[in-house]
């Protein structure tokens, strides 16, 4: 079983990301068409998972096939163009919102909401009431609501485990390691504030790679409730 | 008030004036108006590439607007060092991997047993002739390397290193002969076969 499970990983391994491999910008100069000899070209002619990964850049570019492929890619694209990832400026500007492009009507308006602010903290302090009640779990996410303790800067070597403060309500946490431009690079879930570091995880930990994580908490139904900041890390390239 | 830009001279803009002008005017509702053309041109692209990994436009749907919502979010750090549509590839490729894990939609590797227990034996009973597993991954990228022809070579990393199903990889690359992604493994494990004997023959 070993020795299968060790030929299983060598040979995956062998087919898999290495140091050397190009960056997804080298892989677009080569659609580009870059002239043989140069050493992009030449280490994509003896690395198979380039090769692999210039195939998909590659396909991610051709247009449907076929006519039931063509049909549904128009139904999603119709469904992407009705979606709100993007908001639209007119549904983003409330009613009262318009009001704020009067110079003097947006003064005022400040000047009363002031007022008014100053006036319900003086009644609320006498009162010895509570200043914020929250009125569901859902609409007090906020992205500094937790905070992430380990890792941080830079490191000798992988992280053994992830931790972080626990959220009170949460039920489990959806863990995200970036890139630093921000996109995702890897995920996971934990139903503890920590998140112990896999073997194959800590492969993609390549040294001298900054990489970032941020931690979202999750309720019994999977929705987010709170989420941390992003935390920093590097393992140090060994020499 | 007019915009500076007529909505109708979007389409004259490359993809790289477009997110210059959404920089420029960072939130402002010109700007996301830039960012929504830009989206636009690529949707079909998104689209195309989930609806490979799904096989199912309602799936598809969902994940490309995780994509684009994902991608919209981070529009802001993207400084233009690719091309718009290699950085969205990016996080399309990333995306629907991870989600395929997270949400069991690839099966596991291990249930393919035609491949997965087939694979030619690199590992050597002789202890004193055994080698270290990193020297193993390296003859193992050399005989795919110099052994398996280029479409050979794609399916075999797509489906072993990016754990890709072979239906997946079969719509991915637009695979048209009779048994697609799967006839091009078995070929690959024949010859790799040939070639670890001779290796181990050599050693």
Redesign the interface.
Known sequence: MM?HD????????????DEDCLS??M??GLVEGVPPGTPAAAHL?????C??EL???R???????GAN?QA??E???A???H?E?????AA??PWWGTWMTIPRLSGAVAATVMVGLALSLYVSNRQERPLFTPTSENENMRSTDIRLTVPSGDLDQAPGEFRWEASPLAKSYSIQLLEV?????????SAKNFLTTSRELKAKMHPGKTLLWKVTALDASGKPIASSGRGRFRVLATN | MAGIIPQMGWESLSDEELIARYHAGAKEPRSRECANELFRRHHVKVARWCLAFTNDRESAADLAQEICAKAYQNLSSFRGKSKFSTWLFSIARNHCLNSARARSIVPAMESDPLVMDSLPDLTSQDPSAAIEGQQLAEAARRLVSETLEETERVVFTLHFAEELPLDVIDRMLNLTNASGAKAYLVSAKRKLERAVRIWKARA
């Open positions: 020795e060790e030929n299983l990983n060598a040979w995956r391994k062998g087919v898999s990301a997804l910008e892989l677009q002619a003896g690395c198979p998972r090769q692999a195939a998909m850049l396909s991610f570019e051709l247009p449907p096939s492929d549904a890619v139904w999603i694209t469904r992407l163009q979606a990832y993007v908001p639209s400026p983003r500007i431009d921000g996109t995702e690079y890897w995920n996971g879930q």
